[in-house]
């Protein structure tokens, strides 16, 4: 009834459409000016709303570069309270800086990792002290002209047409794919077979040329405890919260290992309230079984740890997650082009 629902809006979509198509033309005639900086940048997003996979691609991404170049990262900071330029810390508040800087600050804390919903206004800020900066979801912050673009696409959405909102889910137009220097289909099935791959493959190459197109799926690791310490769910009553846009990968991952699994789903970057944690701590002490755990995201329990205390007599564990390639010589030629772009632009007279 919703898909019914959204097609009948349509017309808006080729209104959004236009609009969208507009605004690109604008800053590719340098009608609307682009900014670009002598510091190498390396921009990760899509043109979907949430779900592709941006922070394990991110942190793939810092985890391969920052030995060698100071890096900072730099994100809008999505779902925070606040505004303009911040430094996170490792003990901020997710509220303050959004989830997922909050996570990367925690998971590479010597790697500096500010917000700023003006990615020139935030690179300005940190150029002088870096040599590289990464930023996370700016594909369509046209103002800032990269380095370097990493676009990123849910294999999911190859499985249906790719309309731009209301009716589809793209807040961005496919030709936009021809800006981009690597292309990562995330989230793929572990046997993805090599006629799929190509059916995509021949899909993006409509509106890009030359990129490299690479095929990866999500890593799940083993769980962590609010203290550090590795976890073993198998054969557990989990109570799973989530606040992500696609949690469903996540749940069959669980359902396969866990004796039982009740989901609280809430939305994408949901901002918990003291009423959320009540339904939380419910749902967790209906659970007959001895052998239980509070499961969540590695995202999510960054908006959660502010209710440690109430949480403090419950189990509270998080599941990180990371990013495979599925051909190992993808991996390498991924590393190579993104190694020898930002080698180039830092040796530039």
């Keep these: 009834m919703i898909a019914f629902l959204r097609y009948l809006l349509f017309p808006f979509s080729i209104l959004y459409g236009l609009i969208v198509w507009l605004r690109n033309r604008l800053y590719d005639f340098k009608l609307l000016s682009s900014k670009s900086f002598e510091i190498p940048t390396i921009v990760i997003g899509n043109l979907s709303v949430g779900g592709t996979g941006k922070s394990p ?54 790697v500096t990792v500010a917000v700023c919903e003006d990615r020139c206004t935030g690179i300005e800020k940190l150029q002088s002290d870096h040599q590289l900066i990464i930023l996370d979801d700016a594909y369509q912050h046209r103002k800032l002209s990269p380095l370097f673009n990493i676009l ?52 993006i190459r409509r509106y890009n040329k030359n990129a490299l197109i690479t095929f990866s799926h999500i890593n799940y690791f083993q769980a962590i405890d609010s203290v550090g310490n590795t976890i073993d769910f198998n054969d557990s009553d989990v109570i799973l919260v989530t606040g992500i846009a696609k949690p469903q990968p996540l749940v069959d991952y669980i359902k396969k290992k866990a004796n039982l699994v009740k989901h609280l789903s809430f939305g994408d970057h949901h901002t918990f309230s003291e009423s959320d944690i009540e339904q939380i701590t419910k749902s967790y002490r209906s659970l007959a079984s001895s052998n239980k755990m509070l499961l969540t995201t590695e995202k999510d329990f960054q908006r959660l740890k502010p209710f440690q205390q109430q949480l403090a007599a419950i189990d509270l564990v998080y599941l990180p997650i990371g990013l495979q390639f599925h051909d190992p010589i993808h991996k390498e030629l991924f590393l190579k082009t993104i190694h020898n772009a930002v080698a180039q632009s830092v040796n530039q007279p």
């Design 57 to 110: 691609m991110t942190e793939f991404v810092v985890s391969s570069l920052k030995d060698q170049y100071k890096t900072a990262i730099l994100s809008r900071g999505y779902g925070r309270v606040t505004s303009g330029f911040h430094l996170v810390k490792t003990d901020s508040l997710a509220n303050n800086v959004g989830d997922e800087p909050l996570q990367f600050k925690n998971k590479f804390p010597s």
């Design 152 to 203: 990123l696409f849910d294999f999911l959405s190859f499985g249906s047409p790719m309309f731009v909102f209301p009716t589809g889910n793209f807040r961005d137009l496919m030709i936009e794919a021809k800006r981009a220097q690597i292309i990562t289909i995330t989230k793929c099935p572990i046997d993805l077979s090599n006629p799929d791959k190509k059916r995509i493959e021949r899909k």
